[in-house]
């Protein structure tokens, strides 16, 4: 999972998350695999912030493999698991927001993240406090 995500966290597009950190988050990944090798082509987390907010991370599919619909079905599977957890939004910062507006999430202000997510992960990035990134929300 490390070598898939590599060159976007050193372009600074994903955070980066020690190999304890996914070990100790694996459950909330959901992984693509090629059928026949077994390969993993792509993966996302859906991290759970509260009963009412769940976030989309680490959403990264090989640059191999896209245009192929993986980087969408990921996210759909994800929104779907947070439905069945009862979840009311599920959030998003990103880089590509037309790429999740077009699977139905919203752009919203980043002042109306709560701020536990800002400063538990955001501080991590190489450009914090200067993010372009915007935040888009999915009301389940």
Not at 21 to 48: F, P, Q
Not at 63 to 75: D, E, F, P, T
Not at 88 to 97: P, Q
Request: charged share 30%; hydrophobic share 40%; net charge positive.
């Amino acid at each position: 999972m490390q070598r898939l995500v590599k060159k976007e966290v050193e372009e600074g597009i994903i955070l980066p998350r020690s190999d304890d950190e996914v070990a100790t988050n694996i459950r909330s990944y959901i992984i693509a695999r090629l059928k026949e090798s077994k390969e993993i082509v792509g993966y996302v987390a859906l991290h759970i912030h509260s009963q009412r907010l769940a976030e989309i991370r680490s959403l990264v599919v090989d640059a191999k493999y896209r245009n192929r619909a993986i980087g969408s079905n990921l996210v759909e599977c994800a929104v779907e698991e947070g439905r069945k957890l009862g979840v009311e939004e599920v959030l998003t910062l990103t880089y590509m927001g037309s790429f999740f507006q077009k699977l139905g999430f919203v752009e919203i202000p980043k002042e109306t993240i709560p701020e536990h997510k800002i400063w538990a992960d955001c501080i991590k990035c190489k450009y914090f406090p200067v993010c372009n990134e915007i935040s888009l929300v999915k009301k389940l």
